[in-house]
């Protein structure tokens, strides 16, 4: 029982940190305005890991990498702590079992980014219904305005409702089903 609240609590901190990581990651990819509660919100739940670490980690090409390293390197930190828990052990190949737990972190990331715009589509699209245009809506313009772009150039709104967030919703689950083969591949190999 103690174990398994452990796991939870774990799990669930992990993830959270992870995501917000990501949300600042794709924040600066995508030049999302971090002027808004959400943007200030990620950066101050963030800023206490991202500093240190771009200070180790310099951006390459725009891309933030040290909160994309940090993103990872929390990720995996945090499957090493489950399967510890769960009584795993490295085994004489200490090596490939680190390399199976950077490369199933890796996926995790790009699984949960694609989590990450499938939740943005779907708030834009709330948004989009009710009419309103609260504060936040800039910001899920941005996240999902280069996605929707190459969607909304081949398929033209029909009696004005603009069809592209769903096709990029099916994008994104056809996605999700290699990403997730993938990450099954690598568990079974590591």
């Given at each position: 029982?103690?174990g398994?609240?452990a796991?939870?609590l774990?799990?669930?901190?992990?993830?959270?940190?992870?995501?917000?990581?990501?949300?600042?990651?794709?924040f600066?990819?995508?030049?999302v305005?971090?002027?808004?509660?959400?943007?200030?919100?990620?950066?101050?739940?963030?800023?206490?890991i991202v500093?240190?670490a771009?200070?180790?980690?310099?951006?390459?090409?725009?891309?933030?990498?040290?909160?994309?390293?940090a993103a990872?390197l929390?990720?995996?930190m945090?499957?090493?702590?489950?399967?510890?828990?769960?009584?795993?052990?490295?085994?004489?190949?200490?090596?490939?079992?680190?390399?199976a737990l950077?490369?199933?972190?890796f996926v995790?990331?790009?699984?949960y980014?694609?989590y990450?715009?499938?939740?943005?589509v779907?708030?834009?699209?709330?948004?989009?219904w009710?009419?309103?245009?609260?504060?936040?809506?800039?910001?899920?313009?941005?996240l999902?305005?280069?996605?929707l772009r190459?969607?909304?150039?081949?398929?033209p709104p029909?009696?004005?409702?603009d069809l592209?967030?769903?096709?990029l919703?099916i994008?994104?689950q056809?996605?999700?089903?290699?990403?997730?083969?993938?990450?099954?591949?690598i568990?079974?190999?590591?």
């Amino acid at each position: 029982m103690f174990g398994q609240i452990a796991e939870f609590l774990i799990d669930t901190a992990v993830a959270i940190l992870v995501f917000l990581l990501l949300a600042r990651f794709h924040f600066q990819w995508l030049r999302v305005p971090f002027r808004s509660q959400v943007g200030e919100f990620v950066i101050l739940a963030t800023d206490w890991i991202v500093r240190p670490a771009r200070r180790i980690v310099p951006p390459l090409s725009g891309l933030d990498l040290a909160t994309w390293i940090a993103a990872w390197l929390v990720q995996g930190m945090g499957m090493y702590l489950l399967l510890s828990l769960r009584g795993a052990e490295l085994g004489a190949a200490v090596g490939s079992a680190l390399a199976a737990l950077a490369a199933l972190a890796f996926v995790d990331l790009l699984r949960y980014s694609v989590y990450i715009l499938v939740f943005a589509v779907i708030v834009q699209a709330i948004l989009s219904w009710v009419g309103q245009y609260p504060p936040v809506a800039p910001v899920f313009d941005a996240l999902t305005r280069p996605f929707l772009r190459p969607f909304r150039r081949l398929i033209p709104p029909i009696a004005n409702i603009d069809l592209s967030p769903l096709f990029l919703l099916i994008a994104l689950q056809v996605l999700l089903i290699p990403l997730g083969h993938l990450r099954a591949w690598i568990g079974g190999v590591g």
